[in-house]
């Protein structure tokens, strides 16, 4: 039996064990990843910030929070996107990302329909040990949220015989290899994107890798990789952080063309800018490079 995650395989006959089974040899990651927003991804209505909105046919909450959470129910067996999400800057409801402003009809004013392949994917991005079947997600054995297993596969076999038992560590990865393991949630290119994918589709720079792929510091350096700035057991830092000034400065020099900058530098600030997508959702823009000017 083969388990696989993206592109890697791993020959293992490995069952599910929980997060709890990778605490007592990995207490440090596990106290991390618990208050990550990633094991906060998905969480039944009831216990998330949503509850007060909740409603009866919604069941779980997608989103930590860090920018948004938006709730998902099902209507007669199939899975929808609620119409309304909350959103962290406005500490309220608000139209849903990509959802009609003043729907018409009694379900877009409930939310978006979702086939049983997409609805399938958001759970699988969203929660651990999700099963696909042909009639949707199978959510019998699942655990919420970006558990220890969803990235590093099932553990049964590490925990019988920890050196012997087979894991996949995404960090030992080669950088393109990493980014693909991390962009089977956050998003990869597609066979048809170009050199500018944020150009191409504004909504491109929600989805890191997409664009950190097609920069020249990730196409010309070969190491950088996501956990060159990230630690995926902890949230990520403020964009203030010097931690990503110290990366930039490992590969880059002060020129003449930074004799403005303060010793402190604030490499972000000018070659990773933050893009809008909506009033209450900013992300930072991935592809570093060196901005056109204009008006």
Same mark, same amino acid.
């Given at each position: 039996?083969?388990?696989?995650?993206?592109?890697?395989?791993?020959?293992?006959?490995?069952?599910?064990?929980?997060?709890?089974?990778?605490?007592?040899?990995?207490?440090?990651?596990?106290?991390?990843?618990?208050?990550?927003?990633?094991?906060?991804?998905?969480?039944?209505?009831?216990?998330?910030?949503?509850?007060?909105?909740?409603?009866?046919?919604?069941?779980?909450?997608?989103?930590?929070?860090?920018?948004?959470?938006?709730?998902?129910?099902?209507?007669?067996?199939?899975?929808?996107?609620?119409?309304?999400?909350?959103?962290?800057?406005?500490?309220?409801?608000?139209?849903?990302?990509?959802?009609?402003?003043?729907?018409?009809?009694?379900?877009?004013?409930?939310?978006?329909?979702?086939? $049983? =392949?997409?609805?399938?994917? @958001?759970? #699988?991005?969203h929660a651990t040990n999700v099963l696909?079947?042909?009639? !949707?997600?199978? +959510?019998?054995?699942?655990?919420?949220?970006?558990?220890?297993?969803?990235?590093?596969g099932p553990g049964s076999a590490h925990?019988?015989?920890?050196?012997?038992?087979?894991?996949?560590?995404?960090?030992?990865?080669?950088?393109?290899?990493?980014?693909?393991?991390?962009?089977?949630?956050?998003?990869?290119?597609?066979?048809?994107?170009?050199?500018?994918?944020?150009?191409?589709?504004?909504?491109?720079?929600?989805?890191?890798?997409?664009?950190?792929?097609?920069?020249?510091c990730f196409r010309e350096s070969k190491?950088?990789?996501?956990?060159?700035?990230?630690?995926?057991?902890?949230?990520?830092?403020?964009?203030?952080?010097?931690?990503? $000034? =110290?990366?930039?400065?490992? @590969?880059? #020099?002060?020129?003449?063309?930074?004799?403005?900058?303060?010793?402190? !530098?604030?490499? +972000?600030?000018?070659?990773?800018?933050?893009?809008?997508?909506?009033?209450?959702?900013?992300?930072?823009?991935?592809?570093?490079?060196?901005?056109?000017?204009?008006?």
């Amino acid at each position: 039996m083969k388990w696989a995650l993206g592109l890697i395989a791993l020959p293992l006959s490995a069952a599910y064990v929980g997060s709890q089974a990778c605490k007592p040899c990995h207490p440090s990651e596990f106290d991390r990843q618990t208050r990550s927003h990633h094991a906060q991804a998905l969480r039944p209505v009831a216990e998330s910030p949503l509850r007060e909105f909740a409603m009866d046919k919604i069941e779980w909450a997608f989103g930590a929070g860090a920018q948004g959470i938006t709730p998902v129910g099902r209507l007669n067996g199939q899975y929808f996107e609620g119409q309304l999400s909350y959103y962290s800057r406005l500490h309220g409801l608000a139209t849903t990302f990509g959802h009609p402003e003043h729907p018409t009809s009694p379900i877009a004013k409930l939310g978006i329909l979702q086939d $049983n =392949r997409t609805i399938t994917h @958001c759970f #699988s991005c969203h929660a651990t040990n999700v099963l696909p079947t042909a009639d !949707g997600p199978d +959510l019998t054995a699942m655990q919420p949220g970006v558990q220890c297993e969803r990235c590093h596969g099932p553990g049964s076999a590490h925990v019988a015989a920890p050196a012997r038992g087979q894991l996949l560590n995404p960090g030992r990865l080669a950088p393109a290899a990493q980014a693909q393991v991390c962009g089977e949630c956050h998003r990869v290119a597609g066979p048809d994107t170009g050199d500018e994918p944020e150009l191409e589709n504004p909504v491109n720079v929600r989805f890191a890798p997409i664009g950190l792929m097609a920069s020249r510091c990730f196409r010309e350096s070969k190491k950088l990789a996501c956990t060159t700035c990230h630690n995926p057991h902890e949230n990520a830092r403020p964009r203030t952080d010097d931690s990503y $000034n =110290r990366v930039c400065k490992s @590969c880059h #020099s002060a020129g003449k063309s930074h004799a403005h900058v303060s010793s402190a !530098g604030d490499c +972000l600030g000018c070659h990773m800018k933050q893009a809008s997508l909506g009033p209450y959702l900013r992300f930072t823009d991935h592809r570093i490079r060196v901005y056109s000017l204009g008006p």
